[in-house]
Structures are given as C-alpha cells and as structure tokens.
C-alpha cells in the first residue's frame, strides 16, 4: 500500500478486490442522521444518491477482519459471517467456515457464471 503526500479533497473507498472507487461520507458504526441505527460492523457508508430520504445510506464496504483488506460488499469480494472477510481470506480460511457458508459460496460460484448482474 503506498500513500502519496497529497490529500485528496474527498474520502475516497476503494475495494481493492474489484477496484471499485467512490466516495464515502462516514467510516463507522453508527451513521450520522439515521434514527438508532447501529451497523454489525464498521464500515464506509455513503448517503444514498438517489434517495431524497436523508436517514437512507448505502454500505460501500468495509476492512477484513483478518487481512485489513478494504474491500466492497459484493459477493464476488467478501462475505460477512459475524465479521468482514475479504474473499482471498475466505479461500484461504475456508475450511474453517460452517458447511453452510461453505455451500452458499459454491452455490454463489455456479449463479455467477450465468452473468446474473
Ligand atoms: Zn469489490
Ligand atoms: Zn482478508
């Protein structure tokens, strides 16, 4: 990971799976201006563009819980199982992960194929 010196006017996200970038307007567990909102993990969220309702707020990602990894909440890119993994922890661990999770994924693997988008 390199850091350039220069600050960039926005916070920006970046998945570092996919390569999605967007900007984020909170870091945390607990979005600003939603009522009694308390999110499962701390993660980047952004206001929803397309929604007039302030209190609506879409989830970009967040850092894997083993890797720190920042990575987005697609399924190709990580999978939340009482904490953020990202998917090269999810591989690597995956023996480690329920049946359950196990099977979803391969589940997930086979849907993916037929370009559900
Ligand atoms: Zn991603
Ligand atoms: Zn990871």
Redo the contacts with the bound molecule.
């Keep these: 990971m390199e850091q350039t010196a220069t600050e960039t006017p926005q916070n920006t996200f970046s998945?570092q799976?996919?390569g999605?970038s967007t900007s984020y307007t909170y870091y945390g567990q607990k979005p600003p201006n939603t009522r009694a909102i308390v999110l499962l993990e701390e993660c980047f969220v952004t206001k929803d563009p397309f929604s007039p309702d302030k209190e609506k707020f879409l989830v970009l990602?967040s850092a894997c819980s083993l890797c720190n990894m920042c990575?987005?909440v697609?399924p190709?890119?990580s999978l939340f199982y009482t904490k953020r993994f990202c998917m090269q922890c999810v591989n690597k661990h995956l023996d480690q992960f329920p049946h359950q999770i196990r099977a979803e994924l391969a589940k997930k693997k086979q849907s993916s194929k037929s370009g559900v988008s």
């Design positions: 998945c799976l996919c999605l990602g990575v987005c697609g190709d890119c």
